[in-house]
Each structure stands twice: as C-alpha cells, then as structure tokens.
C-alpha cells in the first residue's frame, strides 16, 4: 500500500436500484490502490434491487424494512450495531431517501458522504429533476457532500454538471445524469479517503 496504513471500511447505504453503489464497489474492486474497501450495504428496504447486486460480491448486507415511525428508531440502532462490528470507517449515502437522525450521525461520529441530484445548495430535497426544468436552467448537476443535520447541505466535495437539452423531460435529465453521478461520486469517495484536500468538478 502506498500513502495510507490500511483501506477504509466503506459501508454503503441505498434505498433502491443502488447503480451509484454499484459504481463505487466496482471502483473499490477493480482499483489495487483504492484507499477504501466495500464492506457492507445497509438499506432501509429489504426489496432494494441493490442489495442482490451486493450479496452476489460477497458484501455483507443488513436491510430492515421501516414501516411505523417506531421502526426508525429500531433501523438505526441495529443499523449503528452491525456498523460498529463490521468497524466502518465512512458511509456513502447512495440514493438513501431516509433521513438519518442527528442521534444517528452523532453516535456514529465519522465521516458521511451524501449524492444529491442537484447543483446545492439549489433544489435541495426531492423531484429536483422536474423542479430545475420548470425553474428554465439550462444547467443541471448532482452534488457529492458531507452530511448535516440539516438535509442536503454540508460541506460540498465535488460536482458534476450537464446542459438541460431543449424539450428533455424529467426522466431524460435523470437518465442523462446518472452516469455522470457515478462518475462523480467513484473520484471523490477516492479523493477523500487519500484525505488530498481535492474537490472535484466535472462539466460535460
Ligand atoms: C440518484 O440519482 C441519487 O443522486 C438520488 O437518487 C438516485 C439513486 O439512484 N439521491 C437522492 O435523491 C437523495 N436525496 P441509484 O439508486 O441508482 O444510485
């Protein structure tokens, strides 16, 4: 290993199709000299096609289905048990459309990244898609930040940037995004790790 003593323990959170966790497994895998290793996807829905792309790579997975408000609570504290026994050092929120509790990030005290679909600190929140076509930008981007107690915002670390295509929907602009987001997310999870101090841009 070159500039750090041992990889860092990377557990990944999604709630979903996990293409954004997919693309920084691969990243972790495929790179030697990754400073980081995949060693566990969480999710907060035991359907997240995701999570079936995780257990075919042999990264452990705990999913829990959040169904009444008491659930949260019941999510986060087994959540925080198996993060502590598979000794993460970061999470990588990957379309994790929970909210994690100030408890939550407070009890687990390291670093975690977030990817938002949007240029923050504008359309923070959700459908950001449909809310940057009906504002008229002609730009459009996805964000990578730390987290906050306060949703979407924190320390920004990189951005990636794409032109609004004339006539191009919500779903157009999503698609058109997305690998552009994995993109963006695989060079900052690496820039962070080495601690290098680089925030990333990218304008396509
Ligand atoms: C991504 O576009 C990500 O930026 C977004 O959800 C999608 C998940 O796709 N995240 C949020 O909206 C979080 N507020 P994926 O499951 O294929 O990575």
Request: aromatic share 6%.
């Given at each position: 290993?070159?500039?750090f003593?041992?990889k860092?323990?990377?557990?990944?959170?999604?709630?979903?199709?996990?293409?954004?966790?997919?693309?920084?497994?691969?990243?972790?895998?495929?790179e030697?000299?990754?400073?980081?290793?995949p060693?566990?996807?969480?999710?907060?829905n035991?359907?997240?096609?995701?999570?079936?792309?995780?257990?075919?790579?042999?990264?452990?997975?705990?999913?829990f289905?959040?169904?009444?408000?008491?659930?949260?609570?019941?999510?986060?504290e087994?959540?925080l048990?198996?993060?502590?026994?598979?000794?993460?050092?970061?999470?990588?929120?990957?379309?994790?459309?929970?909210?994690?509790?100030?408890k939550f990030?407070?009890?687990?005290?390291k670093?975690?990244?977030?990817?938002h679909?949007?240029?923050?600190?504008?359309f923070?929140?959700?459908?950001?898609?449909?809310?940057?076509?009906?504002?008229?930008c002609?730009i459009h981007?996805?964000?990578?930040?730390?987290?906050?107690?306060?949703?979407d915002e924190?320390p920004?670390?990189?951005?990636t940037?794409?032109?609004i295509?004339?006539?191009?929907?919500?779903?157009?602009?999503?698609a058109?995004?997305?690998?552009h987001?994995?993109?963006l997310?695989?060079?900052?999870?690496?820039?962070?790790?080495?601690e290098?101090?680089?925030?990333?841009?990218?304008?396509?």
């Amino acid at each position: 290993m070159t500039s750090f003593d041992r990889k860092k323990n990377v557990a990944i959170f999604i709630s979903g199709k996990g293409s954004n966790m997919m693309a920084l497994i691969n990243d972790m895998k495929n790179e030697k000299e990754h400073p980081g290793q995949p060693k566990l996807v969480v999710s907060n829905n035991t359907k997240a096609a995701g999570l079936v792309f995780a257990e075919k790579n042999s990264i452990e997975t705990f999913a829990f289905n959040i169904e009444k408000i008491e659930d949260n609570l019941i999510f986060e504290e087994k959540t925080l048990q198996v993060l502590k026994e598979k000794n993460i050092d970061i999470i990588c929120l990957a379309g994790f459309m929970k909210i994690l509790s100030e408890k939550f990030i407070k009890s687990f005290s390291k670093p975690i990244l977030n990817i938002h679909p949007s240029l923050l600190p504008s359309f923070k929140g959700l459908n950001t898609h449909q809310r940057a076509l009906k504002a008229g930008c002609l730009i459009h981007g996805a964000t990578v930040h730390q987290i906050t107690n306060k949703v979407d915002e924190g320390p920004i670390l990189g951005q990636t940037l794409i032109d609004i295509t004339k006539n191009s929907d919500a779903k157009q602009l999503e698609a058109k995004l997305l690998p552009h987001e994995h993109l963006l997310y695989k060079k900052v999870l690496r820039e962070f790790l080495k601690e290098s101090g680089k925030k990333i841009l990218t304008i396509n």
